[in-house]
């Protein structure tokens, strides 16, 4: 099985690394990638120790499971579980097309609009959607909607 495990801002770097071992432990292919704000939160809440470099913090959280996890990094839209790859984001796009089909859309026409896309409108994970709202200066950011790969947020910067 692959699993990908996202590291964002949030507190529960224990319950992050406790399952990364609980999925080695079951030989999963695992892909990892931790914002700079997940770095921060993984050095100072198992290492105690927020000035540590990025790659130190990931070498000590991969650990003995290297063999069986890949890293990317916070902007890495090449790896496969940004590039659609992904088991869900091709469920949420064979529900589009089947909605596309129930709507009326051909197949060849549901074929073209996928090529004129495949490459420029690349799904992200939501917490790489965030993590650049707060990095813009945002202080608070809320997902409202979500649909299929769509989603919308509204956020708050402080003077606003």
Request: hydrophobic share 45%; charged share 25%.
């Amino acid at each position: 099985m692959r699993v990908f495990l996202g590291v964002t801002g949030a507190s529960g770097a224990p319950y992050a690394e406790r399952l990364l071992r609980a999925l080695a432990a079951v030989e999963c292919e695992i892909g990892v990638c931790a914002s700079r704000s997940g770095i921060e939160v993984l050095a100072t809440e198992l290492y105690r120790d927020p000035s540590l470099a990025r790659e130190e913090v990931l070498e000590r959280f991969v650990g003995g499971a290297a063999s069986q996890v890949t890293v990317y990094g916070e902007n890495d839209f090449r790896s496969p579980y940004a590039s659609g790859s992904a088991r869900v984001d091709g469920l949420f796009n064979e529900l589009h097309h089947d909605l596309k089909r129930a709507s009326g859309y051909t197949q060849e026409e549901i074929d073209r609009k996928r090529l004129s896309l495949e490459g420029v409108l690349v799904p992200v994970a939501a917490a790489w959607n965030e993590d650049l709202l707060r990095g813009a200066g945002f202080r608070e950011v809320e997902c409202f909607w979500r649909c299929l790969n769509f989603a919308a947020w509204v956020a708050v910067k402080d003077g606003a």
